[in-house]
């Protein structure tokens, strides 16, 4: 059974750094992509970042770009979303999911992501 589980989230000031954690297990990692998305509230669900397979596709949207980095180390199962210089817009639920049917570059569509982890709260405030 495949099972991906986020954690790192918290509270954090405007300015500051998180780094979120995707722990994967029941499946080895490199099967998948691997997207970061995101739910605030009374908003849809975005996405934020993700990686193929062998790290050497990455897609940011444009608002986190030079403030958000997405990597992943398959030995260790895992994937992180650094995130820096945090806004308060970018309170939201965070989400690691995984795909199967994508290949090459990634997308960030959500439709195209069939595994979900069960998310971690980021909230940036003063």
């Known amino acids: 059974q495949f099972q991906l589980v986020e954690s790192g989230g918290g509270l954090v000031q405007p300015g500051g750094s998180l780094r979120l954690s995707c722990a994967a297990s029941g499946i080895p990692l490199n099967y998948y992509v691997i997207g970061w998305f995101r739910q605030a509230p009374g908003k849809e669900r975005e996405g934020v970042s993700c990686?193929?397979?062998?790290?050497?596709?990455?897609s940011y949207r444009d608002s986190v770009k030079g403030r958000f980095a997405i990597s992943r180390d398959n030995a260790k199962a895992t994937v992180y979303l650094q995130m820096n210089s945090l806004k308060p817009e970018d309170t939201a639920v965070y989400y690691c999911?995984?795909?199967?049917?994508?290949?090459?570059?990634?997308?960030?569509?959500?439709?195209?992501?069939?595994?979900w982890g069960q998310g971690t709260q980021v909230t940036v405030s003063s």
């Open positions: 999911a995984a795909a199967t049917r994508m290949f090459g570059e990634c997308l960030l569509s959500g439709t195209d992501y069939v595994h």
């Open positions: 990686v193929s397979r062998s790290g050497s596709s990455i």
